[in-house]
């Protein structure tokens, strides 16, 4: 039988990190990665060179005026552009279309919201 839970925003927050890592989507088979929802790909240069900071949440319901309540969320970039292959964003879409969360909301581009001011920025980020 489930529970269910009820976390405060902080707690939320103090639970969650994000990895993230920008790509070139190409027409090549050679740059295929099956398993992209099990996260980061830190395979050769891939998921090695990685800044750390703060932040919240994203998205276009956040701004300089109105804050994420979920804050501060541990961050963890890759700081290099690769190449991967459409067919493995293809089997991402595949893959989360069977989640017991329902992910059909993640399925399309998103937008992103303006960038923090200076002056509401964390000033923390560091190379491991």
Known sequence: ???LV???PQQIA????VQAQVFTIVNDETYYYPNLMRGMIVDGEKG???AYYTGSTTGTSRDND???QYAPITWQVDRK????SASSFDQVC???KPQRDDMSDDLYAHGSRV???DEYAADNGFRL
Not at 14 to 17: D, N, Q, R
């Open 1 to 3: 039988m489930e529970t």
């Open 6 to 8: 009820t976390l405060t």
């Open 14 to 17: 103090s639970a969650v990190g």
């Open 48 to 50: 090695t060179d990685i």
């Open 66 to 68: 109105k804050c994420s």
């Open 81 to 84: 552009c690769h190449k991967i």
């Open 94 to 96: 595949a893959d989360m």
């Open 115 to 117: 960038l923090v001011a």
